[in-house]
């Protein structure tokens, strides 16, 4: 609600989801009034109905532009399941959702959010969405000078550590400065950019 009620204007307006998995909420924030999204996601099996105005890339986000292993979620109580994969090998995720196993790692293409922004010519960007299982850290790193002209950021955060080099809140927001919490959930912040809103 907040997000649709804070673009809701008929201004041109670029989004970027990292970790889109199928698309569900792709479905709605390709809604708000002259948006175009980048979209990115990492696993292999996991794809989305095409949209007029959002690209998708099938490609990770971090700290290289190139190649990289994922370790891909497989089962949750038995039945398939593609939501917990990650760049980065899940550790304390085996002891907190023990119901969820992966498969063994494989490789995909992974890119830095400022080469992919340089190499697209994008400009402003309105809000960037992460859900990247324990990857947040290494996408920020790797987004810096994009993330200077965001003007909102929206993340999954977790102070348990669930995967292998995953930064927890605080580690996070270190990486941010001059970024202010807007809101602050259990798993979850919402952070805006000082200089742009």
Same mark, same amino acid.
């Given at each position: 609600e907040w997000v649709e009620n804070q673009f809701?204007?008929?201004? &041109?307006?670029? @989004?970027?989801? +990292?970790?889109?998995?199928?698309?569900?909420?792709?479905?709605?924030?390709?809604m708000i009034p002259n948006v175009t999204m980048y979209c990115f996601e990492p696993d292999p099996k996991n794809r989305q109905p095409i949209r007029e105005n959002v690209v998708v890339v099938h490609a990770a986000v971090g700290l290289i532009d190139g190649e990289v292993d994922f370790y891909p979620s497989r089962e949750r109580y038995g039945k398939p399941y593609t939501k917990s994969g990650s760049i980065l090998q899940p550790t304390g995720h085996l002891k907190t959702?023990?119901?969820?196993?992966?498969?063994? &790692?494989?490789? @995909?293409?992974? +890119?830095?959010?400022?080469?992919?922004?340089e190499k697209m010519g994008l400009g402003e960007v309105a809000f960037v969405w992460i859900d990247a299982q324990g990857a947040e850290g290494e996408i920020v790193q790797g987004g810096q000078q994009l993330l200077t002209r965001t003007r909102y950021l929206y993340t999954e955060y977790s102070d348990r550590p669930l995967y292998l080099g995953?930064?927890?809140l605080t580690?996070?927001?270190?990486?941010?400065?001059?970024?202010?919490?807007?809101?602050?959930?259990?798993?979850?912040?919402?952070?805006?950019n000082e200089s742009l809103s």
């Open positions: 809701s204007d008929p201004e &041109p307006k670029l @989004i970027i989801e +990292i970790g889109s998995h199928v698309g569900q909420d792709t479905a709605w924030m390709s959702h023990p119901e969820i196993t992966f498969g063994p &790692p494989i490789k @995909i293409p992974i +890119i830095t959010l400022d080469g992919f922004a995953q930064l927890n580690q996070l927001l270190e990486r941010l400065p001059g970024w202010i919490v807007v809101h602050r959930w259990e798993y979850d912040v919402l952070l805006a």
